[in-house]
């Protein structure tokens, strides 16, 4: 009986079948005691990529875009580059046998979801996205699987936020609002991805002179180079009419001329003074790419995972499971010939 196992590693999602291991976002400090055929890398952010420096070594093939090539060397990660393969979305290859087919997550500057076939079942991995139009990034594609592992970050009806355009009316009319009473707004969000909107969402809605963050400047100019586009009239330093930073430098932002902001999706949580403006989709989007996804599985992955496949099971009759953090062995078993899964807990 040919098997599938889907392992929540202490390093990354693993995919293994018949003589194959297939390493996605090595997201832990552990070494791991196997060497991948490949790894699969979604996009920058440290919490998929931080276990690079562990897991990869020279001869290791490493597929991901160019644009997260280029974010993660300026963020010091090193690479052999005859090991690297360089895709964007539409993008299909072939490594090791295993077919694999790129999709834009929507996500952040490079970032991408993947297809694998693997005998007849095709496995869908979006990592981290967002299934909606932004000022600096398109909607994720859908992508087209049997078995779905999908990021439930905010996978939770708590987490349903706004339509992406009326919260930019919002944002507009408040930042206006500041800006109009003689104080200077202070945008803090994450330095990638959500710095580059917040920095063209400053400029558009504020205009003059935006301030940013070294660090911020910096993926803002990998962003324009591989966009062709300009964020706006942004400077480094400590003067502007209207400030963006990340969510480090908040408690540095003092001053009464201030009016500091928090730009994320856990703000509904943690009643922080913000906007629920996310780079990840919020539950009804999340609820949205699923029913038009159509898989037979789903694997919803971090945060809210647990709630959001009993949620799917129940509710749209979708098979789904789910890794407990709480269990030590955290495989997921896809019996190919009988088209199902089992739970090795």
């Not at 580059?81 to 500057?109: C, M, Q, R, W």
């Not at 981290?128 to 078995?147: C, Q, S, Y």
């Not at 708590?158 to 944002?171: E, T």
């Not at 062709?228 to 502007?240: P, Q």
Request: proline letters at 3%; hydrophobic letters at 40%.
């Amino acid at each position: 009986m040919s098997r599938i196992i889907i392992s929540r590693t202490k390093n990354g999602i693993l995919i293994k079948y018949n003589n194959k291991r297939v390493l996605i976002d090595p997201d832990g400090v552990n070494r791991i005691p196997y060497e991948p055929n490949f790894i699969l890398i979604s996009h920058a952010h440290a919490d998929h990529v931080r276990g690079l420096r562990h897991v990869y070594k020279k001869g290791t093939k490493v597929v991901l875009a160019k644009e997260t090539y280029w974010l993660l060397k300026s963020l010091g990660y090193k690479f052999y580059d005859e090991d690297l393969i360089f895709v964007k979305p539409g993008d299909s290859l072939s490594l090791d046998g295993i077919s694999i087919t790129v999709y834009n997550a929507g996500h952040i500057l490079g970032s991408c979801m993947f297809a694998l076939d693997l005998s007849r079942v095709r496995i869908g991995y979006t990592g981290d996205f967002n299934f909606e139009d932004t000022v600096v990034t398109r909607k994720a594609d859908v992508i087209d699987a049997d078995l779905l592992l999908i990021d439930a970050t905010y996978g939770h009806p708590l987490f349903s936020f706004p339509p992406r355009n009326i919260l930019y009316k919002l944002i507009r009319e408040k930042l206006r609002e500041i800006f109009d009473s003689g104080l200077i707004p202070s945008l803090h969000g994450y330095a990638l991805g959500k710095g580059q909107e917040l920095t063209r969402i400053a400029y558009d809605f504020v205009g003059g002179i935006v301030s940013v963050t070294g660090t911020i400047a910096k993926f803002n100019r990998i962003f324009e180079e591989f966009n062709k586009v300009s964020l706006g009239n942004y400077v480094i330093g400590a003067r502007g009419d209207v400030f963006v930073k990340d969510f480090r430098e908040i408690r540095r932002t003092n001053g009464e001329r201030f009016k500091k902001i928090v730009f994320s999706g856990w703000v509904i949580k943690f009643n922080k003074r913000g906007f629920p403006l996310s780079s990840h989709s919020g539950f009804t989007k999340i609820i949205d790419y699923i029913y038009k996804a159509d898989p037979d599985f789903v694997i919803p992955l971090y945060s809210n995972a647990a709630f959001l496949a009993r949620l799917i099971n129940r509710e749209f009759g979708i098979k789904a499971d789910f890794f407990d953090d709480e269990v030590k062995s955290k495989d997921i078993i896809y019996n190919v010939s009988l088209r199902g899964l089992n739970s090795s807990h």
